[in-house]
């Protein structure tokens, strides 16, 4: 397999018209830097569920913009959010978080861009 069909294989079979529906509703809620940001940091903290203050303080972002994000992504279904008395904690849908590293294959710490 040449260097061009390597990179561009996909692996696995191509999405079907549900697959790509959902997916690209995922890509839209990502599709913005600071959410991007966003999730990485709950990624990074084991899929752990944090506070909309945690966020802000390991994201640089103030409170009132963490929130408006996350509602983005829990709507898209990236996330769940849990209420324990005056706490909201959200956190990693693993499933979804699964299904983006297949479509996309981002597993990888060689990336490029």
């Known amino acids: 397999m040449d260097e061009i ?3 561009c294989a996909l692996g696995g079979r191509p999405l079907d018209a549900a697959e ?5 509703t995922l ?13 990485s940091q709950l990624a990074a903290a084991g ?4 506070t909309v203050g945690e966020l ?3 994201s640089g ?3 009132p913009t963490v929130s408006h994000h996350l509602k983005t992504m829990a709507d ?12 909201v904690t959200h956190e ?6 699964a299904e983006l590293r297949r479509i996309l294959d981002i597993g990888h710490a060689d990336r490029r861009w």
């Open 20 to 24: 790509a529906q959902a997916a690209a």
């Open 27 to 39: 890509f839209k809620a990502l599709a913005q830097p600071a959410r991007l940001q966003i999730l």
């Open 47 to 50: 899929c752990s569920p944090m």
């Open 76 to 87: 898209a279904g990236l996330l769940t959010r849990s209420k324990s008395g005056r706490v």
């Open 61 to 63: 972002l103030s409170q």
């Open 56 to 58: 802000a303080c390991v």
């Open 5 to 7: 069909s390597a990179c």
């Open 92 to 97: 990693v849908r693993p499933e979804v978080f």
